[in-house]
């Protein structure tokens, strides 16, 4: 734990970036050092938040985020990373209004999008979950994850033609840091070429 002669000298940087250690200590003990107030403690709470995301306690990152939106109500990145927490938790409608209020203070970034779309689908709103990813990929249509989630939204709706298009959209992107999105797009397109129907003649009668 450090002590109050090390919290006076914190600098700047390490409040802002003390979730970037996997101690959450640190950042309690810039939360509880008093003179560090307003929207430079919120640092703190989502640094916590993060370390706890990162360790899956989803119930104390949601915690931690609520406190920095508190002090800080004006950052995208702290709604979305609440609404991560909590589609992990399967509050699923409270993650999709943080991610309506994410997209709502940067409505540029891809992702909240994507994420949306994921928390939509999840409830089994697929037109909306779709309209999400349609969004993420305009802004961004170079990510292959968005593609295959696209796709398996298609495929839920039976709208096979757009999944595969999706599939193979996903198969020609780069692969990112692991094969994983292209590997699960091949297995798909695999899926749906074995339910193709045969032609198989009529029986006599």
């Not at 997209?103 to 689908?121: E, K, V």
């Not at 939204?153 to 990112?176: K, M, V």
Request: net charge negative.
């Amino acid at each position: 734990m450090i002590v109050l002669g090390v919290l006076v000298g914190l600098s700047t940087h390490m409040v802002v970036n003390c979730g970037d250690e996997d101690d959450p200590d640190i950042c309690s003990a810039v939360i509880g050092f008093s003179p560090l107030r307003g929207s430079l403690i919120a640092f703190a709470y989502e640094g916590r938040g993060r370390i706890a995301l990162r360790h899956s306690d989803w119930r104390r990152a949601i915690a931690d985020f609520d406190e920095a939106i508190h002090l800080n109500p004006n950052r995208a990145s702290l709604y979305r990373d609440r609404a991560l927490a909590r589609r992990q938790n399967g509050d699923l409608e409270l993650a999709i209004a943080d991610y309506d209020e994410a997209i709502a203070h940067d409505p540029r970034l891809a992702a909240p999008y994507h994420q949306r779309g994921l928390a939509l689908a999840a409830t089994g709103d697929l037109d909306r979950a779709i309209l999400s990813y349609n969004t993420a990929i305009r802004l961004d249509p170079s990510d292959a994850q968005t593609r295959l989630d696209r796709g398996l939204s298609y495929l839920a709706r039976g709208q096979a033609d757009d999944a595969r298009a999706d599939f193979e959209a996903a198969l020609a992107l780069p692969a990112g840091k692991d094969g994983r999105t292209r590997e699960a797009a091949r297995a798909r397109l695999a899926e749906l070429a074995s339910a193709e129907p045969t032609q198989v003649a009529a029986p006599r009668r």
